[in-house]
C-alpha cells in the first residue's frame, strides 16, 4: 500500500521499472478522441503521482496489473493509423504519466522523431505533470522538435494543496512550474492546465500570481473533472475541496 504523501522521484523510479522493458513501454489503448478537434491518442501507464481525481487511479496505483508494452516505432505506426484514418492534424501521449525518467523520455522522443519523419506536418501533444521535466531540466535541451506542444498539469495553487491533490510530498510543488518555464524560455510551445473542479477563483488568482514571479503571464486551461464514484471518493478522503461539481 502506498504511504501518502510519498517521494515522487522514488516513485518514478520504481514505476519506470515496471513500465520499460526491452526497450518497450506500457500503454493500455488508442483511440480517436475529439479534444484539439479531433486526436489520435496513446494512453499510457503510470505516474510519479497519485491524483485523488484521476480517472486512471488505479492503473497508476498499481502498474503492474495493466497494459501491454509497444516499441516506439509500434506507438508511432499506431497513432498514425488513427490520424490517416480520421483525418486528424494532432497525436498525443497522455492517460498517466508519459515522461517518469530518462528511459521513458528517450522512448518519448523515438516516437516523436518516427511520427515527425512519416507525418512532418502533424502537431505531437505531450500531456504531462512536467514533474520530471522540472527536476531534470536537462532534458527539455534534447526536445528539438518543432511540432511538439507540451501541456502541463499543475495539481495545486500552493504546497499544501499540491500534496492533498497529487498524493506527493509537497516541497515538490516547484518543479511542475519550473519546467513550464524552462520549456517557454526555450521557445516551445507549452501551456498549463487545473481542474477548475478542485480550484476556486480565487485560488486560480494565486496560481496566476506564482507563474507571474516566474514571468509567465499566460492563459490556464481549465479541466473539466470525470465525477467517476472512485474519484470523489478519493477527492473526500484527501478532505480536498471541490467547487464546480458540488454547485451543479
Partial sequence: MLE???????????????????????????RPAPYYGGISTCDSVGCCFLCCYCWNYKRNLNPENFGRFYSSQEVAFRLLDIVRRRGFQYARLTGAEPILGEKTFSHFLEIVDIISNKNPNL????????????FYPDLIERINSENISIRISIKGWNEESFEKISGVK?????????????????????WC???????????????????????????????????YLFCLENIKKREVSLYKVLSE
Fill in 123 to 134: 502537431t505531437f501533444v505531450l500531456e504531462t505533470n512536467g514533474f520530471i521535466l522540472g
Fill in 193 to 227: 492546465a487545473v481542474m477548475e473542479d478542485l480550484f476556486s477563483e480565487k485560488e486560480i488568482s494565486i496560481l496566476k500570481e506564482k507563474l507571474r514571479e516566474l514571468n509567465l503571464d499566460i492563459e490556464i486551461e481549465r479541466e473539466t473533472l470525470e465525477p
Fill in 4 to 30: 501518502l504523501p510519498f517521494d515522487p522521484i522514488e516513485r518514478a523510479e520504481y514505476t519506470e521499472k515496471v513500465v520499460i522493458k526491452d526497450n518497450k513501454r506500457k500503454y493500455y489503448r488508442f
Fill in 170 to 190: 509537497r516541497e515538490y510543488f516547484v518543479y511542475s512550474l519550473v519546467a513550464l518555464k524552462n520549456l517557454k524560455e526555450r521557445g516551445l510551445d507549452a
